[in-house]
């Protein structure tokens, strides 16, 4: 008896530890992060990332953006499916396997001041590029695919944001926006899966990363249903210029203070 009231109160200690105002702040970016995700089949991550590694430590937030990703994209996965180019993406998905253990490496290894203004410089980056409407306009082959699979890889586990090269490489397939928007659902899936086998087997994946996931993740599925309803291509132009605005402030903020 006297051991179940030890754990009984270890474990709500444990979590009155975990509910706390960065807790609650975290919830509201997953919310808002997920609506941006679920209109545009990107940004999940991108947005959470950098506020999470703020209210946490790199190697405290990134698994559990990773963990907020996976169950994103399985979430999106169902509506996509069918459109989704299966060599295209399975060819990306499957060479990040090679890479996404180095990301790792560095995610433990690095500051993690040097880490947080690391990652906020790269969203900067790549908002930037973004907002001037800057396109890929090279070859499109099985070279390419693995190349960008494998920058995708390294950067998801090292500053938990490894969309932007694909999604940048999608954007300049052509064609009908849905099946790029398919695409990048299906290679988001098979990234946060492989990062999050990498994390566990690396130890970066713990029980407090798995409690605030379980926490965050009501808010998580709530815009990302939000989101898909508000689905329109007719002005997903507009939806991803205010999302770029927003990510940039919050980024400069970062790396300035």
């Not at 989704?84 to 998905?93: P, Q």
């Amino acid at each position: 008896m006297g051991n179940i009231v030890s754990i009984v109160l270890e474990r709500s200690m444990f979590l009155a530890d975990l509910l706390t105002i960065e807790l609650v702040a975290a919830a509201a970016a997953g919310f808002v992060a997920a609506v941006i995700s679920g209109f545009a089949g990107f940004g999940l991550n991108l947005v959470m990332t950098p506020i999470l590694v703020v209210l946490f430590s790199p190697v405290e937030a990134i698994p559990v953006v990773t963990i907020m990703g996976l169950v994103n994209s399985v979430r999106m996965l169902g509506g996509t499916w069918r459109l989704i180019d299966r060599k295209e993406v399975l060819t990306l998905g499957g060479v990040c396997i090679i890479t996404v253990p180095l990301g790792a490496w560095v995610l433990v290894s690095v500051d993690g001041d040097i880490m947080k203004r690391a990652i906020a410089a790269f969203v900067v980056i790549f908002t930037l590029i973004m907002l001037t409407g800057w396109q890929y306009r090279g070859p499109r082959n099985m070279g390419t695919h693995v190349g960008v699979g494998m920058i995708g890889g390294f950067l998801n586990s090292s500053v938990g944001i490894g969309g932007p090269p694909v999604v940048l490489y999608q954007l300049a397939r052509g064609g009908d926006p849905a099946i790029g928007r398919a695409n990048l659902v299906g290679f988001f899936t098979i990234l946060s899966a492989v990062t999050l086998i990498t994390f566990a087997v690396d130890g970066a994946l713990d029980s407090r990363a798995l409690y605030r996931s379980a926490l965050i993740m009501p808010f998580v599925l709530l815009g990302t249903w939000l989101g898909m309803s508000c689905f329109n291509p007719s002005s997903a132009h507009l939806y991803r210029r205010i999302a770029l605005g927003f990510l940039l402030c919050v980024s400069v903020m970062i790396v300035v203070i």
